[in-house]
T-cell receptor, first 112, second 109 residues
Framework: IAGITQAPTSQILAAGRRMTLRCTQD?????MYWYRQDLGLGLRLIHY???????GKGEVPDGYSVSRANTDDFPLTLASAVPSQTSVYFC???????????FGPGTRLTVL | GQNIDQPTEMTATEGAIVQINCTYQ??????LFWYQQHAGEAPTFLSY??LDGLEEKGRFSSFLSRSKGYSYLLLKELQMKDSASYLC??????????WGAGTKLIIKP
């Protein structure tokens, strides 16, 4: 692995279903993030984690949960998907010097 | 509240120069980033400014004025591959990144 990987690449999901988006990084960054990106709204922070074992809420956390059991993995769970959660989801991590952020390739999620 | 403003869309000609502006109002300042995002792809880092002045990196330059809450990204010798969205982001006093909505740059031959 080099950088950040996300899975799945894309998914179509029925409303009400539970879904976990996976994110793994191999850069040993302490901080990790989940963003959603919608047309015209830019990147919006869902949840973040400054270090393994801790998480925090971002701008749009409702309907989502995260966990950070170790440094490398930061899964995002939608407990009961709704159509408004249709979006492109990016996982990111940042280094501790300048706070430079690196992004995974994204997951395109459609909730019907 | 915190806010970052950038133009929604700009058009330029191949071989020309274009300047993308970004103005910000944030709670504190700990650096400004520019990212490039091609359609369907993830954002990738372009430049970082924390002190006033110009940072040059090849065909791309970024300028910062902290007193004016203003930055611009200058792209020279435009190529078709520069067609992308350009995102401005500011790190606030809590070290959270505040993102602009992005500027879609269209390059015409």
């Amino acid at each position: 692995i080099a950088g950040i990987t996300q899975a799945p690449t894309s998914q179509i999901l029925a409303a009400g279903r539970r879904m976990t988006l996976r994110c793994t990084q191999d850069m040993r960054h302490n901080a990790m993030y989940w963003y959603r990106q919608d047309l015209g709204l830019g990147l919006r922070l869902i949840h973040y984690s400054n270090t393994a074992g801790t998480t925090g809420k971002g701008e749009v956390p409702d309907g989502y949960s995260v966990s950070r059991a170790n440094t490398d993995d930061f899964p995002l769970t939608l407990a009961s998907a709704v159509p408004s959660q249709t979006s492109v989801y990016f996982c990111a991590s940042s280094d501790s010097d300048r706070g430079l952020m690196y992004f995974g390739p994204g997951t395109r999620l459609t909730v019907l | 509240g915190q806010n970052i403003d950038q133009p929604t869309e700009m058009t330029a000609t191949e071989g020309a120069i274009v300047q993308i502006n970004c103005t910000y109002q944030t709670s504190g300042f700990n650096g400004l980033f520019w990212y490039q995002q091609h359609a369907g792809e993830a954002p990738t880092f372009l430049s970082y400014n924390v002190l006033d002045g110009l940072e040059e990196k090849g065909r791309f330059s970024s300028f910062l004025s902290r007193s004016k809450g203003y930055s611009y990204l200058l792209l020279k010798e435009l190529q078709m591959k520069d067609s992308a969205s350009y995102l401005c982001a500011v790190r606030d006093s809590n070290y959270q990144l505040i993102w602009g909505a992005g500027t879609k740059l269209i390059i015409k031959p």
